[in-house]
């Protein structure tokens, strides 16, 4: 028999705290009206000192859990994805494990950054589909606000905080809600688009790399704009393509939330119509591989995508990596 694999539940949490546009006016040179017009984002949220990446996803993946109604004794397996975790060792999926009370589950971090949530939603469906694993949650969350640099312009009006999770298992034979495609894709060759240049075994943090803010996050604005269209474009149409599926077939696109011309520019080139468009990032702002599962969380909450809908996600991220998933719901 053919596994397939469903989401069961979903949940999201976003601080409390919201960094709004005439906010940051007051700590670097820019305007609400440019801040607007460029990217569509209005506020972002940011989260307490006292949270670091795992206790945002502790937090979604709790509300997942409990849409879901799986117990966290029952999960096999705990994907996080993040580009924030709290520390480089351990693995903030263990942090969240240990939490939560999964004791028979392994746990890892996988690090795709905006596309997190996609490549670790691909992941899940493998295992799903081979038989081994039954139920896996899947996280992408971020703690963005701490490896931003709060004195580059370019950057620091894009990125927020938040978490969103999601556990999958194995569809019943009379389901009609499975994840029906995939497409992965990675750029190397362009990593320095978007980076974080010391902290790592390149180049281990010193007094002078500190100083310089080497360790926040670097980005090449408008290379990762034109390499993001094109392949957010790319990968949802190769996925549609896998299911001999078509844009008519879709009720909602979940893009990336990283900038509303992004996406208008990705749903001018295939002719995605505006009210399939779910679209948040005005009131949270770029939250990498959480935008993709809050998005979806709260489109759900709010009742606006509803059991049986087709939902086609496209994302893109440092790496450059890009990717798409097609599930009906
Ligand atoms: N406020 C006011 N002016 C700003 C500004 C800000 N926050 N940031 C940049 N500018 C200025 C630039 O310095 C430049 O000035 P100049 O013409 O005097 O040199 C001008 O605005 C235009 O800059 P440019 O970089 O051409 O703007 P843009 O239209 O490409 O928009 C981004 C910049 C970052 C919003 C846009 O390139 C983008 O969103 N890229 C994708 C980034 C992304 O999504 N990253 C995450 C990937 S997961």
Known sequence: MNLRTQILGVGHYLPEKRLTNADLEKMVETNDQWIVERTGIRERRIAPPEHA???????AATRALSSAGVSPQDLDMIILATAS???????????????????????????????????????????????????????????????????????????????????????QTDSKSEILSEFLLADGTLSDLLTNRAGGSRLP????????????????????????????????????????????????????????????????QMDIPREKIIMNLERTGNTSAASVPVALSEALENKI???????????FGAGLTSGALLLRY
């Open 205 to 268: 943090l010193t007094h002078d790399l500190l100083d310089q803010g080497a360790h926040l996050v670097t980005m090449k604005g408008r290379d990762i704009f034109k390499n993001a269209v094109r392949t957010m474009s790319k990968c949802a149409s190769h996925c549609l393509e896998k299911a001999s599926m078509t844009l008519d077939d879709v009720h909602w696109i979940i893009p990336h939330q990283a900038n509303q011309r992004i996406i208008e520019a990705v749903a001018k």
């Open 53 to 59: 990446t795992s206790d945002l996803a502790t937090i």
């Open 85 to 171: 975790g709290d520390h480089i060792m351990p693995a903030p999926a263990c942090l969240v494990q240990a939490r939560i009370g999964a004791t028979n589950c392994v746990a890892f971090d996988l690090s795709a950054a905006c596309s997190g949530f996609v490549f670790a939603a691909s992941v899940a469906d493998k295992y799903i589909k081979s038989g081994t694993h039954k139920r896996i949650l899947v996280i992408g969350a971020e703690t963005l606000s701490r490896i931003v640099n709060w004195k580059d312009r370019e950057t620091c009006i894009l990125f927020g905080d938040g978490a969103g999770a999601a556990v999958l298992g194995p569809a």
């Open 305 to 315: 995508i509803k059991r049986g809908d087709v939902i086609l996600i496209t994302v």
